[in-house]
């Protein structure tokens, strides 16, 4: 005998709206672990990138110090070759000139320049026309000048001039 107006049915232990409910809930937190994870994998690609971004800065920085020091380096050898440039150009003045002031009377067989030094070696056919003509002119460019004269069988004169400019403290 039966108290009930209607037949018994299964009960289960989740209510069909409880079922539905821990599904959307347990889907959430499956979405939030793979956004955790995601986000994850994006961290660690961003410290990865950020260690090759500081390696090739310090790489970047090493390059750059070397151009600085090859920068130095063409900067003095720039500054070198133009201060010879212009010793070159003064010196080839100062030997243009030196022939120019040389007269026609005498002949030249040797010159040698040095930094505070000029020997000329040559032939004259007088002391007085080497003194005259070519020892004025060296004394008043030098500080020192003097002449040694060797007499020739022909009559000339063979001579040795030493001109010295005075070192300046």
């Known amino acids: ?13 989740l209510l069909k709206i409880t079922r539905i409910w821990l599904f959307y809930v347990i889907l959430t937190f499956g979405i939030l672990l793979f956004f955790v994870g995601f986000l994850q994998m994006q961290r660690d690609y961003m410290l990865k990138s950020a260690i090759e971004s500081e390696k090739s800065k310090q790489e970047l920085l090493v390059q750059i110090a070397a151009l600085k020091s090859e920068m130095e380096r063409v900067r003095f050898e720039k500054s070198f070759a133009d201060d010879l440039r ?58 020192e000048s003097r002449a040694d004269f060797y007499a020739l069988p022909n009559g000339w004169f063979s001579f040795v001039s030493v001109s010295r400019l005075k070192e300046e403290p």
Do not use: C, W
């Not at 005998?1 to 299964?10: C, E, K, L, R, W």
């Open 86 to 143: 212009t010793q070159n150009g003064m010196l080839s003045e100062s030997v243009k000139n030196l022939f120019e002031l040389i007269p026609d009377q005498i002949t030249l067989q040797a010159i040698e320049m040095e930094r505070d030094r000029l020997t000329i070696k040559g032939i004259t056919p007088s002391k007085e026309i080497y003194s005259f003509l070519l020892e004025v002119p060296l004394r008043s460019i030098f500080h």
């Open 1 to 13: 005998m039966g108290y009930s107006f209607i037949a018994p049915q299964p009960k289960r232990i």
